[in-house]
């Protein structure tokens, strides 16, 4: 049998300010992480509606990051305390509702942390692909 | 009140008196020093070493006597008390040490550093208070002037022992105000005497003592108070000075009219 | 339908190395709406640009995706480019092939796979922008500045040369700050009062400066361009348009045993007092603290003696409101309280003394009036001891000092020592240091000056304690370099205590919404490229509160904060980010979910009229957003239940969109 | 009860403080009691009934109601004031245009579980010392009160009125200890299958009929997101199997920190789904990250998610188990 | 650092210091009372650590020198703990096989009749195993 590596499709919002830039700091110093992350530019972390999360795994994302300035950094001063509130319930939701709480992430990452950018989205990969493809949301609704 | 208490060896023996003022004076201010059952020789020094597990255990057993009997753990000896409150400090903040020693002891319920370590000088200050021993007071020791000797133990390191400032202590001078005497602020207070090296080094340990004796001989003391068996015998034996060194127990008693 | 247009850069090989340029342009092209797809060397370039033009020109262009570098690089240039032709700039997006794929993927297939897929999401997103019009506000022509030290008269003095009104608000009685304290000042030995008093006054007289001393700021609302700032005038108990500052009332002021803060605390004022001669505005202020008219209704001296009938013990606090197009804070420092290091000695023996201590000991108007004398017995000391590092270069989890190096503790020291050697010249002087830092013109000269011409000894060693020993102080110090430990008689100790943010720069950085860092000091928008604003627009940094500074370099920061600030207010129109949230008043409940979350209270309700269902008419609450004061943060749009909310340039459908492209 | 409501109303209509009456009327069947507006005397006489079966919460009608002419007399039981303070904080209601009588409730009846117990032909419902008497085409029938109970009222959470301007019977009390959270615990305390196996057997019934939502007072919005076909969202018909979940956890989400916890969508579903479950997460979850927060009690409170502290717990932390 | 071994990577880890924090300030030596008694001086323990020079302090007489009173630790702007180090190679060597320093036949010569236990316990522990 071949040995094929799976590779998990991953959704990563990233705030404008601090880590859009963080992802660019990464790439700037040639921070290598898996070609699966791929970044979606939002002017704040809390621009991120549940939907766009929700939506994401409905066609076929494996797992979703967040990423955002540190609380208290918000170039917005209170954005990032909303994404905390928001996606600390929507996570619960999730895995109450027996959703793999590895699929979903939030991290605060500022525009001088390319490393942790970088460092970030490896162990989130890895996380990710050790979980395999993404079906639980889908399942929920079986119909037999 | 009523504290758990470590006399530890040295107040069994050539350190006696620091013990039997300190408990009489308990006794006329109203706290019960209940002496742990069985307990052992804490060592004397701290183990700085992450990996000394073994002479760390007889300090954890006080510590978990106490916790079991519900009780703050009072000492009296500096010695005793550093190695104590460092020792629950590591049982608290390092994992990896608080793992193997309860690995080693084998305890029912693991110990983590829960019990509250007090000096006797801490009961007095926070427990029972210095107004409330001024109060008391019954032979104040007016137009005494005292120089506490505080050492290195009951001060450093300064972040594990919580004591006081441990560049500028304030609880034995106000100790020495309580009981109506002048306290003396001279610079060696908490400078080493050697007393660690008075048996294996006789020269240091007199070099050591000779430079405190002579600082609070020169900032104007009558006396010398310490709370630990070790710089009195070094300071007393080694410090070539006439000043009496005395435990602040003795002048506690004293005042209280106790002794 | 969108007609798009797609322009793969290759920049250099910073792209091209990795991403299959060419395959990424062919897939792209054969993307839905897409009418045109290309690869070029460098987009960026003006040659680059021009295809772009000349492709708008002759596709007909309605939409553009430049594959490229970070949108953070190059957006404005190819917005730009776009809107020459005539195409909306919103009209443009940039797939990040360089920073989010090609350097940090080595595979060519899979770093030509996820460009195309940025690409495609790129495109996905064009097809739904719509053109957007940046909006504008005007700008109130006045600036804030808040603290009225070095930094901040320089900053207030270039802001109204260039002929627009400023505001100094500062806590004090007076303006003049650390360095109306000063003795001298390095590299050149001039005298600090000589150099800042007439800058004092140059503020206090200028019409263009009005100066709020005693005065502190209390709230602060809205934007750029449009700040709204409560401002509370602390009662002085003497009316300062009446006191002509003569100072006979603080000379018969009965209660004489105020610590003078000017000082330091070494000698006392009166409680009626006026901090020093040079004082902006020269006025009196009573300290409610200690006078005995205030305190227990008798006396009344001053009120007797006051000629000018300025004296009023019935004057209140008084808040006022003014507006501003930009504010500006320069809060400044303080000397960390060097207590906590009594190894030193600092706080049980008297003739040990922080730096800015030694200043007023060495200053003609300080308590010795200038002749250097220990304050234990006001002997001339003959044997000094400066340390250095009191409490800056600690580990980060050290409690009693700071991280940082306070910079300007070296100069100053040499200055001192070599002030004293001057002065003094039986004096010998001894420096303990880590390391000499004296980056700066003239500074490195000027310490080897120190050590050269004024045989000031240097000494690479710590001290490790310093003891009372009968009058002198028992220095026990190492000397690294000799590998001894030296123990020196000394008659004075000088601490060269770390510098730390004024205590009220966070409660103020909390009211202007600018970020600090954990050392408290205000975080600039860009640490290289945006040194003097702040990230939060319309707020700027001057002088310390920014980092540790000398003067020097405080006075050009200053300077180019006041330029910045100028920026702003010569516009007559700030042009705003058209990225802000809508509310579509047909979707809303009214039901202020959104109002909660925003942070700029750019959100506000009224009834409209709408049509109902066979011809009625219905009021409902809705919800509108002021474009001006929007920051586009998107808050809202995600506290909005019904989807009425939506961000422009970042809508629902458009980020679903990208969504979609990602994970097809 | 029904009585001194009738005689009440009445009066009300009579001395002109009001123009209209909302409360409940039979429907399609005869335990099957809707809201109703009733605008005359005679109306009031001929359909207003009010018994057990009158679960149906009315505050979500007065949206609509409070905007027309004059005032309206509305009856609200103790969890219905909840909902209708969540809708004056949110400003969908009229104060003004609104005269709440609130009236005592001590749980009403489900027919379901009367059905399940193998009566049929039901025709009405009293309660007499503690158990109620069915009536039905066969006869009376005597039910212990708990026996018949809906579910949510079995974990009521107050019986206390937050909001009226008169009362008809007795005012009680918040229930502290209502229980309402043992499910929620008890889907916390299974592993991560166990509760995925849950909520795959509940969810996968949904037919998307959209009554949850119809009768849902939080479910306002002039339009729903899922009907817009401008958010990106709407379907006509399912796309995918996907939809219903994303239906249901964004509706949670929605009225998160805005649900009054009234029970309403569980009621009507017509496939059994416990969705209230879905709300309790997020009500149990706010309480303990948050601090204890009851949508409605108090229409000037700070709700969860239009507020924040510097030290809320991350996100990452921790899940269920 | 080439001399980087086994030895130095044991008192590394069993004083549990970051010598690397260092910023060699010179404050621990400065404020050590057995400044005179040490060949090697406390900055000196930390650096030579740092550079894996552990077999020069092991033979040097100073690992006995120091009288534990902690001042070098409390001391230290960068929290490096100078006296943790002195201890770890101090233990370093008394581990090994007939390397007590003070043994307890010593004990009886020095005794005087103040003299406290804690004295010789403290002793024992620190200069033997």
Same mark, same amino acid.
């Given at each position: 049998?071949?040995?094929?590596?799976?590779?998990?499709?991953?959704?990563?919002?990233?705030?404008?300010?601090?880590?859009?830039?963080?992802?660019?700091?990464?790439?700037?110093?040639?921070?290598? %992480?898996?070609?699966?992350?791929?970044?979606?530019?939002?002017?704040?972390?809390?621009?991120?509606?549940?939907?766009?999360? &929700?939506?994401?795994?409905?066609?076929?994302?494996?797992?979703?990051?967040?990423?955002?300035?540190?609380?208290?950094?918000?170039?917005?001063?209170?954005?990032?305390?909303?994404?905390?509130?928001?996606?600390?319930?929507?996570?619960?939701?999730?895995? %109450?509702?027996?959703? @793999?709480?590895?699929?979903?992430?939030?991290?605060?990452?500022?525009?001088?942390?390319?490393?942790?950018?970088?460092?970030?989205?490896?162990?989130?990969?890895?996380?990710?692909?050790?979980?395999?493809?993404?079906?639980?949301?889908?399942?929920?609704?079986?119909?037999? | 009140?009523?504290?758990?208490?470590?006399?530890?060896?040295?107040?069994?023996?050539?350190?006696?008196?620091?013990?039997?003022?300190?408990?009489?004076?308990?006794?006329?201010?109203?706290?019960?020093?209940?002496?742990?059952?069985?307990?052992?020789?804490?060592?004397?020094?701290?183990?700085?070493?992450?990996?000394?597990?073994?002479?760390?255990?007889?300090?954890?057993?006080?510590?978990?006597?106490?916790?079991?009997?519900?009780?703050?753990?009072?000492?009296?000896?500096?010695?005793?008390?550093?190695?104590?409150?460092?020792?629950?400090?590591?049982?608290?903040?390092?994992?990896?040490?608080?793992?193997?020693?309860?690995?080693?002891?084998?305890?029912?319920?693991?110990?983590?550093?829960?019990?509250?370590?007090?000096?006797?000088?801490?009961?007095?200050?926070?427990?029972?208070?210095?107004?409330?021993?001024?109060?008391?007071?019954?032979?104040?020791?007016?137009?005494?002037?005292?120089?506490?000797?505080?050492?290195?133990?009951?001060?450093?390191?300064?972040?594990?022992?919580?004591?006081? !400032?441990?560049?500028?202590?304030?609880?034995?001078?106000?100790?020495?105000?309580?009981?109506?005497?002048?306290?003396?602020?001279?610079?060696?207070?908490?400078?080493?005497?050697?007393?660690?090296?008075?048996?294996?080094?006789?020269?240091?340990?007199?070099?050591?003592?000779?430079?405190?004796?002579?600082?609070?001989?020169?900032?104007?003391? !009558?006396?010398?108070?310490?709370?630990?068996?070790?710089?009195?015998?070094?300071?007393?034996?080694?410090?070539?000075?006439?000043?009496?060194?005395?435990?602040?127990?003795?002048?506690?008693?004293?005042?209280?009219?106790?002794? | 339908?969108?007609?798009?247009?797609?322009?793969?850069?290759?920049?250099?090989?910073?792209?091209?190395?990795?991403?299959?340029?060419?395959?990424?342009?062919?897939?792209?092209?054969?993307?839905?709406?897409?009418?045109?797809?290309? #690869? =070029?060397?460098?987009?960026?370039?003006?040659?680059?640009?021009?295809?772009?033009?000349?492709?708008?020109?002759?596709?007909?262009?309605?939409?553009?995706?430049?594959?490229?570098?970070?949108?953070?690089?190059?957006?404005?240039?190819?917005?730009?480019?776009?809107? /020459?032709?005539?195409?909306?700039?919103?009209?443009?997006?940039?797939?990040?092939?360089?920073?989010?794929?090609?350097?940090?993927?080595?595979?060519?297939?899979?770093?030509?796979?996820?460009?195309?897929?940025?690409?495609?999401?790129?495109?996905?997103?064009?097809?739904?922008?719509?053109?957007?019009?940046?909006?504008?506000?005007?700008?109130?022509?006045?600036?804030?500045?808040?603290?009225?030290?070095?930094?901040?008269?320089?900053?207030?003095?270039?802001?109204?040369?260039?002929?627009?009104?400023?505001?100094?608000?500062?806590?004090?009685?007076?303006?003049?700050?650390?360095?109306?304290?000063?003795?001298?000042?390095?590299?050149?030995?001039?005298?600090?009062?000589?150099?800042?008093?007439?800058?004092?006054?140059?503020?206090?007289?200028?019409?263009?400066?009005?100066?709020?001393?005693?005065?502190?700021?209390?709230?602060?609302? +809205? =934007?750029?361009?449009?700040?709204?700032?409560?401002?509370?005038?602390?009662?002085?108990?003497?009316?300062?348009?009446?006191?002509?500052?003569?100072?006979?009332?603080?000379?018969?002021?009965?209660?004489?045993?105020?610590?003078?803060?000017?000082?330091?605390?070494?000698?006392?004022?009166?409680?009626?007092?006026?901090?020093?001669?040079?004082?902006?505005?020269?006025?009196?202020?009573?300290?409610?603290?200690?006078?005995?008219?205030?305190?227990?209704?008798?006396?009344?001296?001053?009120?007797?003696?006051?000629?000018?009938?300025?004296?009023? =013990?019935?004057?209140?606090?008084?808040?006022? @409101?003014?507006?501003?197009?930009?504010?500006?804070?320069?809060?400044?420092?303080?000397?960390?309280?060097?207590?906590?290091?009594?190894?030193?000695?600092?706080?049980?023996?008297?003739?040990?003394?922080?730096? /800015?201590?030694?200043?007023?000991?060495?200053?003609?108007?300080?308590?010795?009036?200038?002749?250097?004398?220990?304050?234990?017995?006001?002997?001339?000391?003959?044997?000094?001891?400066?340390?250095?590092?009191?409490?800056?270069?600690?580990?980060?989890?050290?409690?009693?000092?700071?991280?940082?190096?306070?910079?300007?503790?070296?100069?100053?020291?040499?200055?001192?020592?070599? /002030?004293?050697?001057?002065?003094?010249?039986?004096?010998?002087?001894?420096?303990?240091?880590?390391?000499?830092?004296?980056?700066?013109?003239?500074?490195?000269?000027?310490?080897?000056?120190?050590?050269?011409?004024?045989?000031?000894?240097?000494?690479?060693?710590?001290?490790?304690?310093?003891?009372?020993?009968?009058?002198?102080?028992?220095?026990?110090?190492?000397?690294?370099?000799? +590998?001894?430990? &030296?123990?020196?008689?000394?008659?004075?100790?000088?601490?060269?205590?770390?510098?730390?943010?004024?205590?009220?720069?966070?409660?103020?950085?909390?009211?202007?919404?600018?970020?600090?860092? *954990?050392?408290?000091?205000? *975080?600039?928008?860009?640490?290289?490229?945006?040194?003097?604003?702040?990230?939060?627009?319309?707020?700027?940094?001057?002088?310390?509160?920014?980092?540790?500074?000398?003067?020097?370099?405080?006075?050009?920061?200053?300077?180019?904060?006041?330029?910045?600030?100028?920026?702003? &207010?010569?516009?007559?129109?700030?042009?705003?980010?058209?990225?802000?949230?809508?509310?579509?008043?047909?979707?809303?409940?009214?039901?202020?979910?959104?109002?909660?979350?925003?942070?700029?209270?750019?959100?506000?309700?009224?009834?409209?009229?709408?049509?109902?269902?066979?011809?009625?008419?219905?009021?409902?609450?809705?919800?509108?957003?002021?474009?001006?004061?929007?920051?586009?943060?998107?808050?809202?749009?995600?506290?909005?239940?019904?989807?009425?909310?939506?961000?422009?340039?970042?809508?629902?459908?458009?980020?679903?969109?990208?969504?979609?492209?990602?994970?097809? | 009860?029904?009585?001194?409501?009738?005689?009440?109303?009445?009066?009300?209509?009579?001395?002109?403080?009001?123009?209209?009456?909302?409360?409940?009327?039979?429907?399609?069947?005869?335990?099957?009691?809707?809201?109703?507006?009733?605008?005359?005397?005679?109306?009031?006489?001929?359909?207003?009934?009010?018994?057990?079966?009158?679960?149906?919460?009315?505050?979500?009608?007065?949206?609509?109601?409070?905007?027309?002419?004059?005032?309206?007399?509305?009856?609200?039981?103790?969890?219905?004031?909840?909902?209708?303070?969540?809708?004056?904080?949110?400003?969908?209601?009229?104060?003004?245009?609104?005269?709440?009588?609130?009236?005592?409730?001590?749980?009403?009846?489900?027919?379901?579980? /009367?059905?399940?117990?193998?009566?049929?032909?039901?025709?009405?419902?009293?309660?007499?010392?503690? #158990?109620?008497?069915?009536?039905?085409?066969?006869?009376?029938?005597?039910?212990?009160?708990?026996?018949?109970?809906?579910?949510?009222?079995?974990?009521?959470?107050?019986?206390?009125?937050?909001?009226?301007?008169?009362?008809? +019977?007795?005012? +009680?009390?918040?229930?502290?200890?209502?229980?309402?959270?043992?499910?929620?615990?008890?889907?916390?305390?299974?592993?991560?299958?166990?509760?995925?196996?849950?909520?795959?057997?509940?969810?996968?019934?949904?037919?998307?009929?959209?009554?949850?939502?119809?009768?849902?007072?939080?479910?306002?919005?002039?339009?729903?997101?899922?009907?817009?076909?401008?958010?990106?969202?709407?379907?006509?018909?399912?796309?995918?199997?996907? #939809?219903?979940?994303?239906?249901?956890?964004?509706?949670?989400? $929605?009225?998160?920190?805005?649900?009054?916890?009234?029970?309403?969508?569980?009621?009507?579903?017509?496939?059994?789904?416990?969705?209230?479950?879905?709300?309790?997460?997020?009500?149990?979850?706010?309480?303990?990250?948050?601090?204890?927060?009851?949508?409605?009690?108090?229409?000037?409170?700070?709700?969860?998610?239009?507020?924040?502290?510097?030290?809320?717990?991350?996100?990452?932390?921790?899940?269920?188990? | 650092?080439?001399?980087?071994?086994?030895?130095?990577?044991?008192?590394?880890?069993?004083?549990?210091?970051?010598?690397?924090?260092?910023?060699?300030?010179?404050?621990?030596?400065?404020?050590?009372?057995?400044?005179?008694?040490?060949?090697? $001086?406390?900055?000196?323990?930390?650096?030579?650590?740092?550079?894996?020079?552990?077999?020069?302090?092991?033979?040097?007489?100073?690992?006995?020198?120091?009288?534990?009173?902690?001042?070098?630790?409390?001391?230290?702007?960068?929290?490096?703990?100078?006296?943790?180090?002195?201890?770890?190679?101090?233990?370093?060597?008394?581990?090994?096989?007939?390397?007590? $320093?003070?043994?307890?036949?010593?004990?009886?010569?020095?005794?005087?009749?103040?003299?406290?236990?804690?004295?010789?316990?403290?002793?024992?522990?620190? =200069?033997?195993?």
């Amino acid at each position: 049998m071949p040995v094929t590596e799976y590779k998990p499709k991953i959704v990563a919002f990233c705030c404008n300010w601090c880590s859009y830039a963080g992802a660019d700091g990464a790439g700037s110093a040639r921070l290598s %992480y898996p070609a699966e992350v791929k970044v979606i530019r939002v002017p704040c972390s809390c621009r991120v509606n549940p939907m766009f999360i &929700l939506r994401a795994f409905q066609r076929g994302a494996d797992g979703v990051i967040i990423a955002g300035c540190h609380p208290g950094d918000c170039h917005y001063t209170s954005g990032n305390y909303f994404t905390r509130r928001r996606m600390t319930l929507l996570f619960s939701m999730l895995d %109450y509702l027996g959703i @793999e709480r590895e699929r979903t992430r939030v991290e605060w990452i500022s525009a001088a942390e390319g490393a942790k950018f970088s460092k970030t989205m490896n162990e989130f990969c890895a996380t990710v692909a050790a979980l395999g493809e993404n079906k639980r949301l889908e399942d929920l609704r079986c119909k037999k | 009140m009523k504290f758990s208490y470590y006399p530890g060896c040295t107040l069994k023996t050539k350190g006696k008196d620091l013990d039997r003022y300190g408990r009489l004076s308990a006794e006329a201010l109203g706290f019960t020093l209940e002496e742990l059952p069985d307990w052992q020789c804490c060592g004397a020094v701290y183990p700085m070493a992450k990996d000394e597990i073994a002479t760390k255990l007889s300090a954890v057993r006080a510590l978990v006597s106490a916790r079991d009997a519900g009780e703050e753990l009072v000492t009296l000896c500096s010695a005793c008390h550093n190695v104590i409150k460092q020792t629950n400090h590591d049982m608290a903040t390092d994992a990896d040490i608080a793992l193997r020693v309860n690995n080693y002891l084998g305890l029912e319920t693991p110990y983590n550093g829960e019990t509250t370590v007090l000096h006797y000088l801490e009961v007095l200050r926070d427990r029972v208070g210095f107004d409330k021993i001024k109060a008391a007071v019954k032979n104040p020791l007016t137009g005494r002037k005292i120089a506490a000797y505080y050492g290195c133990l009951l001060l450093r390191p300064g972040k594990v022992m919580q004591f006081d !400032d441990p560049e500028n202590p304030t609880i034995l001078e106000n100790f020495i105000r309580a009981i109506g005497a002048e306290p003396v602020i001279w610079g060696m207070r908490n400078e080493c005497c050697g007393g660690y090296v008075a048996a294996e080094n006789k020269a240091q340990a007199e070099k050591r003592s000779s430079i405190v004796m002579e600082d609070a001989k020169k900032n104007g003391a !009558d006396t010398v108070i310490t709370a630990c068996p070790l710089c009195l015998y070094n300071l007393a034996k080694n410090g070539g000075s006439d000043l009496p060194v005395v435990y602040f127990t003795e002048l506690l008693a004293e005042a209280l009219g106790v002794k | 339908m969108q007609r798009i247009g797609v322009f793969i850069c290759h920049c250099g090989t910073n792209i091209a190395g990795t991403v299959d340029v060419k395959a990424v342009a062919e897939a792209l092209g054969h993307e839905a709406g897409v009418v045109f797809s290309t #690869e =070029y060397q460098y987009m960026c370039s003006e040659s680059g640009q021009q295809l772009m033009r000349k492709a708008i020109r002759e596709h007909k262009l309605t939409g553009v995706v430049v594959c490229s570098c970070s949108p953070r690089m190059h957006e404005a240039t190819f917005r730009k480019a776009a809107s /020459l032709e005539g195409i909306n700039p919103y009209m443009v997006e940039i797939a990040n092939i360089r920073e989010h794929v090609s350097w940090i993927h080595k595979d060519m297939k899979e770093a030509t796979e996820k460009a195309i897929i940025l690409g495609r999401a790129a495109i996905a997103k064009v097809h739904l922008n719509q053109p957007l019009q940046a909006g504008e506000s005007p700008v109130t022509k006045r600036a804030l500045v808040i603290g009225g030290g070095i930094a901040g008269i320089q900053t207030a003095l270039d802001i109204a040369e260039a002929g627009f009104e400023v505001d100094i608000v500062e806590k004090s009685p007076t303006i003049g700050g650390k360095m109306a304290q000063l003795d001298k000042t390095f590299p050149t030995l001039d005298c600090a009062a000589c150099i800042l008093t007439p800058k004092m006054v140059d503020a206090g007289q200028n019409e263009k400066i009005k100066i709020f001393a005693y005065s502190e700021v209390e709230a602060v609302k +809205g =934007y750029v361009g449009n700040f709204n700032v409560s401002i509370r005038r602390k009662a002085r108990y003497v009316d300062e348009t009446k006191c002509t500052g003569c100072g006979l009332c603080t000379e018969k002021c009965p209660q004489k045993k105020v610590p003078n803060e000017f000082n330091m605390g070494m000698n006392n004022r009166h409680a009626i007092y006026i901090p020093f001669a040079q004082a902006v505005p020269k006025v009196a202020t009573i300290d409610a603290d200690y006078c005995m008219m205030l305190k227990t209704g008798k006396c009344g001296i001053c009120s007797k003696v006051c000629g000018a009938g300025a004296i009023d =013990y019935k004057q209140q606090d008084e808040v006022i @409101e003014r507006q501003y197009g930009a504010i500006v804070a320069a809060t400044g420092f303080n000397p960390i309280d060097a207590k906590a290091y009594n190894e030193y000695g600092y706080a049980t023996c008297p003739d040990v003394v922080t730096s /800015l201590e030694l200043e007023r000991l060495m200053n003609a108007a300080g308590p010795t009036n200038g002749t250097l004398l220990r304050p234990s017995d006001n002997e001339h000391p003959h044997t000094v001891v400066f340390v250095q590092c009191v409490g800056s270069r600690c580990t980060e989890t050290d409690e009693r000092g700071k991280p940082y190096c306070s910079k300007i503790c070296c100069m100053y020291t040499a200055k001192h020592a070599m /002030l004293i050697r001057e002065k003094y010249p039986d004096t010998d002087v001894y420096v303990f240091y880590i390391d000499v830092r004296t980056p700066g013109k003239n500074f490195d000269e000027f310490y080897r000056r120190a050590v050269e011409q004024y045989g000031v000894h240097y000494i690479k060693g710590m001290v490790g304690k310093v003891t009372q020993n009968g009058k002198q102080l028992r220095v026990q110090a190492s000397d690294l370099l000799a +590998g001894e430990q &030296l123990h020196i008689d000394a008659d004075l100790v000088v601490l060269a205590t770390a510098i730390e943010p004024d205590k009220t720069a966070r409660s103020i950085a909390t009211m202007l919404t600018a970020s600090m860092d *954990t050392n408290d000091f205000f *975080t600039e928008a860009h640490p290289k490229l945006r040194p003097v604003e702040s990230p939060t627009a319309g707020i700027f940094l001057s002088g310390v509160c920014q980092g540790p500074k000398d003067i020097p370099e405080t006075v050009s920061q200053a300077s180019a904060c006041a330029a910045k600030v100028i920026g702003v &207010l010569a516009k007559d129109k700030l042009t705003c980010n058209p990225c802000v949230a809508q509310s579509d008043e047909m979707l809303c409940n009214g039901c202020s979910s959104c109002e909660k979350v925003c942070p700029y209270g750019a959100i506000s309700y009224s009834d409209k009229e709408f049509r109902g269902p066979n011809r009625t008419t219905l009021i409902r609450r809705v919800a509108s957003v002021n474009p001006a004061v929007c920051q586009g943060c998107g808050a809202c749009t995600v506290a909005c239940p019904s989807g009425a909310m939506d961000l422009k340039g970042f809508s629902n459908k458009q980020i679903m969109a990208e969504v979609d492209a990602i994970c097809q | 009860m029904q009585e001194m409501m009738e005689k009440r109303a009445l009066e009300l209509l009579a001395d002109g403080t009001v123009n209209r009456v909302l409360g409940w009327s039979v429907g399609e069947f005869p335990y099957d009691m809707t809201p109703a507006v009733f605008r005359s005397a005679e109306d009031l006489k001929d359909r207003f009934v009010y018994n057990d079966f009158c679960g149906a919460n009315l505050s979500k009608y007065l949206i609509k109601e409070s905007k027309g002419e004059g005032k309206i007399l509305v009856f609200l039981k103790p969890c219905d004031t909840y909902s209708f303070n969540q809708l004056i904080a949110e400003h969908r209601i009229k104060r003004e245009n609104v005269y709440v009588i609130g009236i005592e409730c001590y749980g009403k009846a489900d027919v379901e579980k /009367l059905k399940a117990m193998g009566l049929s032909g039901i025709t009405g419902i009293q309660m007499k010392n503690g #158990e109620y008497v069915v009536e039905t085409v066969y006869g009376n029938k005597t039910v212990k009160a708990s026996d018949a109970t809906a579910e949510r009222c079995l974990s009521c959470k107050s019986k206390k009125h937050v909001v009226f301007d008169e009362l008809i +019977g007795e005012d +009680g009390d918040v229930v502290e200890d209502c229980n309402r959270f043992d499910m929620v615990e008890k889907l916390e305390a299974m592993t991560p299958d166990e509760r995925f196996a849950f909520w795959r057997g509940e969810l996968s019934r949904c037919i998307r009929c959209n009554a949850c939502r119809n009768v849902c007072p939080a479910c306002s919005c002039e339009q729903c997101v899922f009907d817009n076909p401008n958010s990106g969202v709407a379907q006509k018909a399912a796309v995918n199997s996907f #939809e219903e979940n994303m239906f249901h956890i964004i509706r949670a989400f $929605h009225v998160a920190g805005r649900c009054t916890d009234c029970g309403e969508c569980s009621r009507v579903c017509p496939q059994h789904i416990p969705l209230h479950l879905l709300n309790r997460k997020f009500i149990k979850d706010m309480n303990e990250f948050y601090g204890e927060y009851q949508a409605g009690a108090d229409p000037d409170a700070r709700p969860p998610l239009g507020t924040y502290t510097k030290g809320d717990r991350e996100p990452n932390e921790g899940g269920n188990k | 650092m080439s001399h980087s071994n086994n030895a130095t990577e044991q008192v590394l880890r069993s004083s549990g210091v970051d010598v690397r924090k260092c910023m060699r300030c010179g404050k621990c030596t400065a404020t050590c009372p057995a400044f005179d008694e040490m060949e090697y $001086h406390p900055h000196q323990f930390v650096y030579m650590v740092e550079k894996g020079e552990i077999e020069k302090l092991a033979a040097s007489p100073s690992i006995y020198k120091c009288l534990s009173c902690f001042a070098c630790v409390d001391r230290c702007p960068r929290g490096v703990e100078p006296a943790k180090v002195v201890e770890a190679v101090r233990l370093a060597v008394i581990r090994q096989q007939g390397q007590n $320093h003070m043994k307890s036949d010593d004990i009886p010569a020095l005794l005087d009749e103040d003299m406290p236990q804690q004295l010789l316990v403290s002793a024992m522990r620190k =200069y033997s195993k």
